[in-house]
């Protein structure tokens, strides 16, 4: 340890354990390796509950690989191109076969109600990127909008070459049929979050899709005062995944006066850095000014439940978690998780430290103005 070079700046971590816990040489490579150009849309094609297949051809769609007759005559194999879905033959290419002939111009046609605020261009590739750019699949009608276009896409594709290479093919009809049943399919094992619309619930009532909406039920919720001693509400605030944070806390007492409010501001950081110092700083500052804490309120469910258990919540914070655990411990003070609609002192008080690069310590009659309304008062909140 004597040989060991002592930086002034702050740690940082060069290496990531894995899931298990180990150190590897995967693990470093998966650190340091590049990733690619980051494209969240392109995530949405690929649902676990979508059909393998029609993923696997819209990506294909949007990197424009798929064998039509004009990509064929692209690599040099000049064929008499003719598209087989047309009962009027063309020329094929991807935008007449997905998007302009015959068969894909009925099947638009139908769906047209599920993408009627979206953007269809005229090509087909610039079609599909531009709806999965702005549906998200966490809603009923974004999800049942993305796997319909998909499914239409591989069906007819499905279709030109089973008219093609086998003289074969199926009604518009049973199509139709064959992409409401997959779909109906993939939705009984979705359960979606987001309540529907009254004009999303009708276009889906048209298409005959009932999807499972899990609604969650409302909480009245209210900041209860302490049955005995002093309570103490804090947060922490990161303004960016690595930016300014502050903390900020209140200690009340059983009639809900608050006796003693603080922002301090902590430079770069995360959210979890500045609610560990918070805490600490909240718990130091009642012990100076010589109040009994019975409690803390957090709305951190990390922090709460990793002081409880006794564990760091951060490597970045071991320093300031240890002291907080032994204060805790050394007065009995419980931590309790609390809802953020309980916690709106702290979480003000948190926010002004971050906007303001400014630690302050206010009393009852030092509030800053357009804070005292909210310490004031606790009246009931509802919380979803």
């Known amino acids: 340890m004597e040989k060991v070079d002592i930086q002034d700046f702050p740690d940082k971590c060069v290496w990531m354990r894995n899931a298990y816990g180990n150190f590897s040489t995967k693990s470093a490579f998966q650190v340091l390796r590049p990733y690619g150009i980051n494209r969240p849309s392109l995530l949405k094609i690929w649902n676990h509950s979508f059909n393998p297949r029609a993923s696997l051809f819209g990506w ?38 997905f998007h302009k002939g015959e068969l ?58 089973a008219k093609r290479f086998d003289s074969t093919c199926k009604s518009v009809g049973k199509i139709i049929i064959d992409i409401s049943y997959a779909v109906n399919v993939a939705i009984q094992g979705v ?31 209210r900041w209860i005062p302490p049955q005995h001693g002093v309570c103490h509400n ?3 605030a990161c303004k960016g995944n690595h ?24 430079g770069h950081g995360d959210s979890l850095l500045a609610e560990v110092r918070a805490l ?5 500052l009642a012990v100076l000014h010589g109040h009994n804490i019975t409690s803390v309120y957090s709305d951190s469910l990390v922090l709460v439940q990793s002081l ?7 490597w970045k914070c071991p320093w300031w978690c240890r002291l907080a655990q032994s204060m805790l411990h050394d007065m009995h003070i419980c931590v309790v998780h609390s809802y953020r ?14 906007d303001s690069h400014q630690s302050s310590i206010f009393t009852s009659s030092n509030i800053p103005t357009g804070y005292a309304p909210l310490v004031h008062g606790y009246a009931p909140l509802v919380h979803a």
């Open 308 to 314: 409880n258990n006794d564990k760091c919540p951060s």
């Open 234 to 236: 804090v947060d922490g």
């Open 104 to 161: 894909p111009v009925v099947l638009w046609k139908w769906a047209c109600p599920l993408f009627h605020s979206l953007n269809i261009g005229p090509h087909i590739t610039s079609t599909l990127w531009n709806i999965i750019s702005v549906v998200t699949c966490r809603s009923t009608l974004g999800f049942i909008a993305t796997y319909v276009m998909l499914l239409m896409l591989w069906e007819i594709w499905k279709f030109r070459c």
């Open 60 to 97: 294909r769609i949007l990197q424009r690989v798929v064998p039509t007759d004009d990509r064929i005559a692209d690599c040099g194999i000049y064929l008499a191109s003719s598209c087989s879905c047309c009962a009027d033959p063309s020329i094929e290419d991807m935008d007449h076969l």
């Open 280 to 284: 600490c700083d909240g718990l130091r």
């Open 341 to 354: 609609e309980a916690n709106r002192v702290a979480d003000a008080f948190a926010s002004y430290a971050c």
């Open 191 to 221: 359960t979606f979050k987001q309540e529907r619309s009254p004009s999303s619930l009708a276009i889906l009532q048209v298409f005959g899709f009932k999807p499972m909406v899990k609604l969650k039920a409302p909480k009245i919720v």
């Open 243 to 266: 930016g300014p944070c502050g903390g900020g806390g209140c200690l009340r007492t059983q009639s809900g006066d608050a006796i003693l409010s603080f922002t301090f501001y902590y």
